[in-house]
C-alpha cells in the first residue's frame, strides 16, 4: 500500500543536526520512506520565530530562513536524484513513480514570509512551493494561531489573510489550516474556491486542545471536498503527552472518516516535528499501521486514506 504523508519538518532537522536526507536517525530519511512503502512525501520548510528560533539556533529573517531551508532541499534533491525528484503536479508524481522513484512535494510551514506582500507567493511557487500552512503558533499578517482563549480562537482571517487564500487557489498551491484558529478556518472555508487541508490535525473530541479540528470542522472540511492528515503526536491523539499506539492512530482515523468522510482522511505524521515515543517509531515501520487498518478498512477505502486522498487534493489544487 503506497503512501503520501502530508508532513514533516525532516528539512529543518536535516539542517540544525547538519545530516543527509539519504540516511539518518531521525523518523524520516529515504531508506525508511522506501521500506514504508512512500509514493512520495510532502517536505515542509518551517519557519520558526521568536523563541522558537533562538531554540533551533536560527537567525534571520523569515524569508532568509526560507532560503536557507530551501537551499538544503535543492541540495538534498540533487544528491539523491537516484532515488526522489521534486514532484509540481499530479502527473509528476504518476511520472516519478513509473521511474520507480519517490516524489518530494515542498510547503511551508508558517506563511509568516509573506509579511503583507502577495508577490513572495510568486516567488515561492517558482521554487516549487505547492503547499503553504498559513500560520504556526504566532499571530502573522494572514491570520491568528489557535489558542484556549476562546476570543482568539475565534477571530477570522485578517484581510491579507484572505487576499491570500484566494492567491494561492489562483496560482495552484495548496491551502493548509492546521495550526489555524477556528475562525481562520471557516474563512478558509468561506473564500477557498478550491478544497484545502489539514495537513496535520485530529479530532478535537478525542483530545480537547486548541489544534484539533471539532466535529463541524470535519464535517465542514468533508462538505468542501477536503482532507485532514492524522497527527502522530500522542497529545493530539489522545490529550496525553506520552508514548502514541498504532491503536491511537486508528481511533482517530475512524472517528474523522465518521465524521468528514472515507473521501476525506488522509496521513499527516508530523514525523520530525514531534518528540513523543512512537510505537510507529519511524517511516520504514509504517506497515504497523498499514496492516491495523486492513483488519477494518477494505483494499479503495484503505488507499483513499494511504494516498488516494491526498493524490485527489494535489490534482484538483495543482
Known amino acids: 500500500m503506497k503512501i503520501l504523508d502530508m508532513h514533516c519538518d525532516t528539512i529543518l532537522e536535516c539542517l540544525v543536526k547538519d545530516c543527509g536526507l539519504r540516511e539518518n536517525d531521525l523518523h524520516i530519511d529515504l531508506m525508511k520512506l522506501k521500506k514504508g512503502g512512500a509514493l512520495g512525501q510532502f ?168 489544534r484539533n479540528l471539532t466535529d463541524d470542522q470535519l464535517k465542514t472540511l468533508g462538505e468542501k471536498g477536503g482532507v485532514v492528515g492524522v497527527n502522530f503526536d500522542s497529545e493530539f491523539l489522545t490529550g496525553v503527552d506520552s508514548h502514541t499506539d498504532v491503536a491511537d492512530i486508528v481511533r482517530n482515523i475512524d472517528y474523522m472518516v465518521d465524521k468528514a468522510g472515507i473521501e476525506s482522511v488522509g496521513i499527516g505524521t508530523d514525523y520530525d516535528g514531534i518528540i513523543c515515543p512512537l510505537e510507529v517509531a519511524n517511516y520504514g515501520m509504517m506497515d504497523l499501521l498499514v496492516n491495523e487498518l486492513e483488519k477494518k478498512y477494505r483494499a479503495d477505502d484503505l488507499e483513499k486514506i494511504c494516498c488516494g486522498n491526498t493524490l485527489r487534493i494535489v490534482r484538483e489544487v495543482l
Not at 529573517?61 to 540533487?78: A, G, I, N, Q
Not at 509568516?112 to 500552512?133: A, C, F, N, P, Q
Not at 489557535?146 to 494561492?168: C, R
Request: glycine content about 6%; proline content about 4%.
Open 43 to 210: 517536505f515542509a520548510l518551517w519557519i520558526p520565530t521568536e523563541a522558537d528560533a533562538a531554540e533551533y539556533g536560527v537567525k534571520g529573517t523569515p524569508k532568509e530562513l526560507f532560503y536557507l531551508l530551501y537551499d538544503r532541499y535543492v541540495s538534498e534533491m540533487k544528491k539523491n536524484s537516484d532515488l526522489i525528484l521534486p514532484a509540481l503536479s499530479y502527473q509528476d508524481i504518476l511520472d516519478n513513480e513509473k521511474a520507480g522513484k519517490l516524489s518530494a512535494v515542498l510547503t511551508i510551514e508558517d506563511s509568516t514570509l509573506l509579511e503583507g506582500d502577495l508577490s513572495v507567493i510568486d516567488e515561492v511557487y517558482e521554487k516549487g512551493v505547492r503547499l503553504m500552512t498559513l500560520i504556526w503558533n504566532h499571530e502573522n499578517t494572514l491570520a491568528y494561531p489557535n489558542s484556549m482563549d476562546n476570543e482568539i480562537h475565534k477571530k477570522g482571517l485578517k484581510p491579507f489573510g484572505i487576499e491570500a487564500v484566494e492567491y494561492m487557489n489562483k496560482k495552484g498551491i495548496i491551502v493548509d489550516v492546521s495550526h489555524l484558529n477556528e475562525g481562520g478556518f471557516y474563512d478558509v472555508a468561506r473564500y477557498s474556491k478550491k478544497p484545502f487541508v489539514a495537513s496535520h490535525s485530529c479530532a478535537r473530541a478525542l483530545s480537547n486542545v486548541s
